[in-house]
């Protein structure tokens, strides 16, 4: 199993653009979830899903947009990107909302200019 | 906010001595997990301990839990160099937010050889 990934590693972005950031699972687990990691903060909770076509909102889901289609990606949409957005971001999953380990991604490390 | 905080900030210790990290959280909770990030890295899940329970092991690691208290310790026995990484607590709520995990800042453990 390659577990969770997340595509891309590094990115770049100007204010105002707006991208994706990839995440796949291959594990068949129902919950996945998306955070972000700043310095001095912890991981916070940007939108989760408790399977495919369910999503829901963390702590800070504000300029994020998320889609389950399919039980293996969880997509993040950032719309309109803002410096405020620049972070390291991961992706978790767990095989339900009630068994309760989660397996990270390695990350992506945002930049807004 | 739930989020839990860890204490200390920092940590150095040496080789073989034991490192203790504590976590303080607000709310009621249904389970506390304690999680390993190295630097760069996604995180890693360590051990968990439910509300009911007051202390589990898992090999060199202990997890306490004091409900009156709100708080937990993690006690990580002879310290090896590669145990340096960051330490987070996480807690997760009861019903609706069941499924939602709550981060600390983290502690940050440098073992030295």
């Known amino acids: 199993n390659a577990g969770v990934t997340q595509t891309p590693k590094f990115q770049v972005l100007k204010t105002g653009q707006s991208m994706t950031l990839q995440c796949a699972q291959d594990m068949n687990h129902e919950y996945m979830s998306w955070y972000r990691q700043d310095p001095g903060m912890g991981l916070r909770l940007i939108h989760y899903?408790?399977?495919?076509?369910?999503?829901d909102q963390g702590e800070v889901p504000n300029g994020y947009n998320v889609s389950r289609s399919t039980t293996e990606d969880f997509p993040l949409r950032l719309l309109s990107a803002a410096p405020s957005q620049t972070s390291v971001y991961f992706c978790a999953s767990r095989p339900s909302s009630y068994t309760y380990e989660q397996y990270f991604g390695p990350g992506t490390r945002l930049t807004v200019t | 906010s739930q989020q839990g905080e860890e204490d200390p900030q920092a940590l150095s210790i040496q080789e073989g001595e034991n490192a203790t990290m504590n976590c303080s959280y607000k709310?009621?909770?249904?389970?506390l997990q304690w999680y390993r990030q190295n630097s760069g890295r996604g995180l890693v899940h360590l051990i968990l301990i439910r509300s009911n329970e007051r202390e589990k092991h898992s090999g060199r690691l202990r997890v306490t839990l004091d409900t009156s208290k709100k708080s937990s310790s993690l006690l990580i026995t002879a310290s090896r160099a590669a145990d340096t990484a960051s330490y987070f607590c996480?807690?997760?709520?009861?019903?609706?937010?069941?499924?939602?995990?709550?981060f600390g800042r983290g502690t940050q453990l440098t073992v030295w050889p």
């Open positions: 709310t009621s909770i249904n389970n």
């Open positions: 899903s408790v399977g495919a076509g369910i999503t």
């Open positions: 996480a807690t997760e709520g009861r019903g609706s937010t069941l499924g939602r995990l709550y």
